[in-house]
């Protein structure tokens, strides 16, 4: 499939990329400094990217609110900024790649008609398949068929995948999964079934487009959440599908409420404007977060 080149400057890349779709909290701002961090204590460099496919929900002004929190934190970033919205024909090529393999199929049910399935199978007492985050693997396939205004999504075919990639695939941990799972990881994707790469109005989704990113941008260490850890399954097979450079992972901790909730952007009591606005400084949230 298509080849990327890697960069000529052997410096380690770290970015930070959240999705301009609210106020950054806490969590955001653990995994920010973090980046930041470490890429200084390596020689490295310090990107910023904003995962902004979502156009209806991600907004400029969103945008420039983050930069200023994190201006305020004391960050710098290399320019220019990368917005995935400026990029979709790079999202469309890599797609095109995987469909002339026969890797992609378009997948017309809808949510309620998979809810609908799902239900029903399960009246029969056996629970219906699920992906880690707890959502029903896809029930359909690529024999489905629709008109040409039907909406659909363009899904991987995991099956054919698995089977064009041969061995599972694996990455280097050096952060830590929810069991503690470190160094070699062996991948397991089809624990997702066929994850959604693309939109009929989008060429282009979460897992598709971040690691079509990190290789764009030369990024050597993905340093983030543990809620994406089993995500990354996806991300290294769509990386050796396409031909892309593996990056090392990290993932840390997560930032919880006091109830042991996950931060979330509507979160306003733990949103760095809130914190700001009560006179907090960026020490005062160093501290907080334990950094």
């Not at 998979?114 to 896809?138: C, Q």
């Amino acid at each position: 499939m298509s080849t990327y080149a890697s960069m000529t400057d052997d410096r380690p890349v770290f970015r930070f990329a959240p999705s301009p779709n609210g106020a950054l909290h806490l969590g955001h701002a653990y995994s920010a400094i973090l980046n930041f961090e470490m890429a200084r204590e390596s020689g490295g460099r310090f990107l910023l990217r904003m995962e902004d496919i979502d156009t209806d929900r991600c907004s400029p002004a969103l945008e420039r609110a983050m930069l200023d929190d994190l201006a305020w934190l004391g960050l710098s970033w290399e320019d220019p900024v990368r917005r995935q919205s400026e990029h979709f024909a790079d999202y469309e090529k890599a797609l095109d790649a995987l469909e002339a393999e026969g890797l992609v199929y378009r997948a017309y049910l809808s949510r309620s008609e998979i809810r609908r399935l799902v239900e029903a199978h399960e009246t029969t007492g056996t629970p219906w398949p699920r992906d880690p985050d707890g959502a029903p693997l896809y029930p359909g396939s690529r024999k489905e068929s629709g008109e040409d205004d039907t909406p659909y999504l363009l899904r991987l075919d995991m099956e054919r995948a698995l089977a064009w990639r041969g061995d599972p695939p694996e990455w280097i941990e050096e952060g830590s999964g929810p069991d503690g799972q470190s160094g070699p990881v062996s991948a397991d994707p089809a624990a997702w079934g066929d994850v959604v790469l693309a939109r009929r109005d989008t060429p282009t989704s979460y897992n598709l487009s971040v690691v079509l990113d990190d290789a764009l941008q030369g990024v050597t260490h993905v340093v983030r959440g543990r809620d994406l850890f089993h995500a990354t399954s996806v991300h290294v097979l769509l990386q050796d599908l396409l031909g892309l450079p593996r990056p090392r992972y990290f993932h840390h901790d997560l930032v919880l409420a006091e109830d042991g909730r996950k931060l979330s952007k509507s979160n306003r009591d733990t949103s760095l404007q809130s914190l700001r606005a009560a006179g907090a400084t960026p020490e005062d949230i160093r501290r907080m977060i334990g950094l």
